[in-house]
């Protein structure tokens, strides 16, 4: 079976998940810190790395930078609603806390499985903006795009998707009653969305809010940010192949 690390600074639950997953098979080492973490990686080499995110000197999404520079791939387990960003930044594998053995073990068989989780889902109506993110986008991720809510849904139905970009205001459907069906499917109703618009009004309606989305933002915002989450993911890797 598999070498696994988990990092998380809560005594109880290193014990619970190592137990869960040593309890079918896996060989289980833990770490009370990011710190410890990166110490223990220097000298052992695990095949999946599971890291809680809210933990003091270092948080999951630095101690991610550091073990995927090591060519280990990561799985959050946190309270924290940060899927989007995570996505953007090379984590294979996402749960929110609370999680159940059962659930933790089905995440956990997905990574080592070589699952990626889906392609990005550009929904926008304006062809340059596209192409603009596509620029950002396309080196690392498989991206997907649509002119319009409708058609975003009809990708949906056929292909796989980790993280939905969309604008706002859009012909034929637009990104609000696209999200609304997003959230009214089973099939999609965890799926991450990242909301970005010229109209801020439109940006700051208290719709998002009970539609659960990971980021609203203005379009210029969206875009500083965007290039953000790509960079910390490029500097990793770049340190990887040094």
């Not at 869960?20 to 990011?34: K, M, N, Y």
């Not at 000298?43 to 790395?49: C, G, L, R, S």
């Not at 806390?97 to 956990?108: C, D, F």
């Not at 379009?219 to 989450?229: P, T």
């Amino acid at each position: 079976m598999a070498k696994l690390l988990i990092v998380d600074d809560d005594d109880e639950t290193r014990l619970w998940m190592a137990a869960a997953l040593a309890d079918v098979g896996h060989e289980v080492r833990t770490s009370p810190s990011g710190r410890d973490a990166v110490r223990v990686v220097s000298t052992w080499q695990p095949d999946v790395a599971i890291l809680d995110v809210l933990m003091s000197e270092m948080d999951g999404f630095a101690v991610n930078r550091v073990l995927r520079s090591h060519g280990i791939p990561t799985i959050f387990v946190t309270v924290v609603k940060r899927e989007a960003e995570a996505i953007l930044q090379g984590v294979s594998g996402y749960v929110e806390k609370p999680v159940t053995a059962a659930e933790l073990r089905a995440v956990v068989e997905r990574v080592l499985g070589g699952a990626t989780g889906g392609a990005i889902l550009l929904v926008e109506d304006d062809s340059f903006l596209r192409s603009v993110y596509r620029s950002v986008l396309a080196p690392k991720f498989q991206v997907l795009e649509a002119e319009n809510g409708r058609d975003a849904l009809s990708m949906l139905e056929t292909h796989p998707v980790a993280l939905v970009i969309t604008d706002i205001h859009m012909p034929v459907m637009n990104g609000v009653e696209l999200v609304r069906a997003i959230r009214n499917d089973a099939r999609t109703r965890d799926l991450p969305i990242v909301v970005q618009s010229c109209d801020t009004s439109a940006v700051r309606s208290p719709v998002w809010s009970g539609l659960h989305v990971s980021r609203v933002m203005r379009k210029e915002d969206f875009i500083g940010w965007l290039i953000g989450q790509i960079e910390e993911q490029l500097s990793t890797l770049s340190v990887k192949s040094a």
